[in-house]
């Protein structure tokens, strides 16, 4: 014995070594949706979000000024400007090759001057400048294509954020599914804590007839699928008038979450000390107040714990939203369903969905960590205790 003290098994390093290797497999996603969300379209495009905090070289199309800029210098119309401002690129970039086709994006290095059609010629410098010369006088609407090779600076932008939470057009808005998500998942998480404390500390202290048959049913339904009673469900809210609003949902959620909260909740308050509740009988409190007074207080991991789950679930939820929230003017789209909208209509554009997924993440994180000191506490005591 003397040689095993102090030492820890292999089992012990096993357990830390994949602790942190999930750790390390959930913290890359999440870091990677978080800075892709404050790239640009050709940033994302063109490297992944690893190399985002080191200068890039990319590859751009960048234009000279319009025609209608162009002034006289003698017997020479001239355009000047710099490609990289006009371009939207940082002032902090420098062309490294560049060329006037795709074909050849990289003929020539800065400060070299390449002809432009048969009467003009374009002077290109390492920081963007150029000077675009022509015997006549230019005509057209727009400026010449340019093709650069230029190093980027890291560069971070709002724009997306800008984009996804005050657009105005409803594919784009996640505003308001925000706080439509909020309407349902604060309610929907509420309401089933409230009726399944009172539920469990019934079943858990108060003496009456089949409550071993009512323990049981709430066990049996933990297994029951979700999908099996989504259509009976719906028929039955349509019936009474409560379906495809925030009423239905609510209701949706409650009953789908009921019995985990009564079986955590009941079995929690199992494991409370008997003696506390003799005592408060003794001296004549009635089971309301027992119930509000000392079970409440003394139940609040467990509480804690079934809320995490339930705010998670329902706000991370899309079935039961499809189902039971049916809106066909948006009005009532939580940010899930915006989501699989913006699929549809932004697929190519990468940089909004990025943000628009961490958008609908952050809440949820900012809920897990908050209280996750809870959650282990109760799910740990609702799991192993019961009588």
């Known amino acids: 014995m003397a040689k095993i003290a102090g030492k820890k098994s292999g089992l012990v390093w096993a357990v830390h070594l994949s602790v942190a290797a999930l750790v390390v497999l959930w913290l890359l996603p999440t870091a990677g949706l978080f800075i892709s969300s404050f790239r640009t379209a050709d940033q994302i495009a063109t490297s992944g979000w690893w ?40 002032a902090e970039a420098e062309i490294s090759t560049w060329g006037t086709t795709s074909r050849a994006i990289s003929e020539y290095e800065p400060g070299a001057t390449a002809p432009m059609g048969d009467s003009a010629r374009v002077t290109v410098q390492e920081n963007g400048d150029y000077r675009l010369e022509s015997d006549v006088e230019l005509t057209g609407t727009r ?52 009726i399944a404390a009172f539920a469990a500390y019934a079943l858990a202290w108060m003496e009456f007839p089949g409550r071993a048959l009512l323990i049981a049913a709430v ?49 929690y308050m199992v494991g409370l000390p008997r003696d506390i509740i003799e005592c408060a009988k003794v001296d004549g409190a009635t089971d309301f ?84 000191r809870y959650l282990v506490r109760g799910l740990l005591a609702g799991s192993v205790k019961g009588g």
Do not use: C
């Open 143 to 194: 400026g010449d294509r340019i093709f650069v090779t230029a190093e980027l600076p890291p560069e971070f932008t709002l724009d997306n954020y800008e984009t996804v939470l005050f657009s105005g057009s409803t594919t784009d808005s996640m505003a308001k599914a925000f706080f439509n998500t909020l309407t349902v998942t604060i309610p929907a998480t509420v309401i089933p804590i409230v």
């Open 289 to 372: 107040q027992i119930f509000t007074r000392i079970i409440l207080p003394l139940s609040f991991p467990a509480l804690a714990s079934f809320a995490i789950f339930q705010f998670l679930w329902t706000w991370n939820d899309l079935l039961v939203a499809k189902v039971f929230l049916i809106d066909a003017t948006g009005e009532t789209t939580v940010m899930t369903n915006q989501i699989v909208e913006l699929l549809g209509t932004r697929g190519g554009n990468w940089e909004i969905l990025a943000t628009a997924a961490f958008v609908s993440i952050a809440v949820p994180l900012l809920v897990f960590f908050f209280m996750q």
């Open 219 to 267: 066990v049996a339904l933990l297994v029951v699928p979700l999908q099996l009673a989504l259509i009976p469900l719906l028929r039955l809210h349509l019936s009474i008038g409560i379906g495809k609003g925030y009423l239905g949902v609510w209701l949706a959620h409650t009953g789908f979450g009921l019995p985990l909260a009564i079986y955590l909740l009941r079995n």
């Open 51 to 90: 190399s985002s905090l080191f200068s890039q070289e990319q590859n751009l199309v960048l234009r000279t000024a319009a025609p209608s800029t162009q002034r006289q210098e003698g017997n020479l119309w001239v355009i000047e400007g710099n490609l990289l401002s006009e371009g939207g690129a940082s």
